[in-house]
DNA sequence: GCCAACGTTGGC
DNA sequence: GCCAACGTTGGC
């Protein structure tokens, strides 16, 4: 099983509003890195919610990938935001993955506390210019980061 | 294929 | 709002 970092602007779209919804199409991503991370993602990796753009950024949560190699319907949307005309029903540019709400942390860990737990080639998200909105995480940096969610 | 200009992300 | 650190675009 993998573990991943999916980044999102709560006020766009938070933990909280998957928690409501139950599962949600992780649409949107229009950067080729964060793309082809999301096309290895497998059913059941586990992805940390963290919420980017916001006063206290960092990890709020989990959730859990429960459909992989989805076309993200937004890129067929003129209306969309993330709409794009290079992209055709036949052959879709983007791809994504269905995500379940799994958890809150009963602690956020916050983007202070990672920088501070791990070092850069520890976790992705702590690099210095990192701004990729999908980032692997490895076993050992997911267990740390899970402890202290639930501490 | 190079690279300048431009656009975006995201912390601060 | 600023700006560093990218990524993308398009002329050549």
Not at 12 to 27: C, G, P
Not at 37 to 55: I, M, N, Q, V, W
Not at 85 to 90: E, G, H, L, N, V
């Amino acid at each position: 099983m993998n573990y991943w970092m999916l980044k999102s602007e709560p006020h766009v779209f938070s933990i909280t509003d998957l928690q409501h919804k139950k599962s949600a199409i992780w649409d949107g991503v229009r950067n080729y890195t964060a793309r082809n991370f999301l096309k290895t993602a497998a059913l059941g990796d586990l992805a940390f919610f963290y919420h980017s753009s916001t006063e206290i950024p960092g990890v709020y949560g989990l959730c859990k990938v429960t459909e992989t190699l989805l076309a993200d319907p937004t890129q067929f949307d003129p209306k969309s935001d993330y709409f794009d005309p290079k992209s055709t029903r036949d052959a879709p540019r983007w791809h994504t993955v269905r995500v379940a709400f799994d958890a809150l942390f009963k602690t956020p860990v916050t983007l202070d506390a990672m920088k501070v737990a791990f070092k850069p080639d520890e976790l992705m998200v702590v690099r210095k210019g990192n701004r990729l909105s999908v980032m692997p995480v490895d076993a050992a940096a997911a267990q740390r980061l899970i402890a202290m969610g639930a501490a």
